[in-house]
């Protein structure tokens, strides 16, 4: 019997991962920016807003995408939005609450994203992610 009858009938699985390099950060000062994923596979970034100014809501979008948080916010106050998780918190508390319902949670594709977001006169956001390749 040889080895190629022996192995008739099994399957043989993998799953494909994509390879965790380097973070990258950006730092938006104004309402919109172009965010530069070199790697090959998709990620899921980390937004961090940190207001300078009152503020009602606060969304940021990608395209047709956007994530919408319907709250108040003073100056100090910092929001994170955790794409991958699909989490928010602000001041360390969760606010799933105040997340809109039509808000969907993005990635970046490889290449360039452009990110918008507002109020724009009243925050600062950092932009982190994990570059990965397949």
């Known amino acids: 019997m040889n080895f190629a009858s022996n192995l008739s009938g099994v399957a043989i699985r ?3 991962m994509a ?5 990258t950060a950006y730092l938006i000062e104004n ?6 994923n070199n790697g090959t596979a ?5 937004l961090t807003a940190n207001f300078s100014g009152s ?5 940021v979008m990608k395209g047709t995408r956007q994530v919408y948080i ?3 916010f003073s100056v100090g106050d910092v929001l994170i939005i955790d794409n991958a ?3 928010v918190t602000a001041n360390i508390l969760r606010v799933m609450d105040t997340v809109d319902l039509t808000s969907t949670f993005f990635s970046l594709d490889p290449g360039g994203t452009v990110i918008t977001f ?8 950092r932009v982190d992610f994990k570059e990965k390749w397949l």
């Open 31 to 36: 309402n919109v920016a172009t965010i530069t």
């Open 14 to 16: 993998y799953k494909l």
């Open 42 to 46: 998709k990620v899921f970034p980390v």
């Open 70 to 72: 319907a709250k108040s």
């Open 118 to 125: 507002a109020p724009n006169a009243n925050a600062t956001v």
């Open 85 to 87: 998780k699909a989490l």
């Open 55 to 59: 503020a009602t809501y606060f969304k």
């Open 19 to 23: 390879l965790d390099v380097s973070s």
